[in-house]
Nanobody, 125 residues
């Protein structure tokens, strides 16, 4: 069984930065794509970013391109999401996910296999 545990969420002012972390256990982390989704109240879960099993390829949702960066450390079984220039519309619960496929570019949440419990990010204006 896979466990994904997110951390690093919190309250930040507009224009600020946060780094989210997701620690994985229970599978060979380096064989799978990892990603981040988010869900705001009353909205559907949205694809934020994904990285392939090697970390050499990354993909982003249109709303975060140029501001967010996903990267992974396979030696630590951890994937990160660096978020810069935060906006109020970035406020959401952020979820880490694992995809048994290799690439991490699937934007449909239903395609991902395992999920963390989520961490709240609130951007105050």
């Amino acid at each position: 069984q896979v466990q994904l545990v997110e951390s690093g969420g919190g309250l930040v002012e507009v224009g600020g930065s946060l780094r989210l972390s997701c620690a994985a256990s229970g599978r060979t982390f380096s064989r799978y794509a990892m990603g981040w989704f988010r869900q705001a109240p009353g909205k559907e879960r949205e694809y934020v970013a994904g990285t392939d099993w090697t970390g050499s390829r990354s993909y982003y949702g249109d709303s975060v391109k140029g501001r967010f960066t996903i990267f992974r450390d396979n030696a630590k079984n951890t994937v990160y999401l660096r978020m810069n220039s935060l906006k109020p519309e970035d406020t959401a619960v952020y979820y880490c996910a694992l995809d048994s496929a290799l690439y991490g570019d699937r934007t449909d949440p239903g395609a991902w296999d395992y999920w963390g419990q989520g961490t709240q990010v609130t951007v105050s204006s």
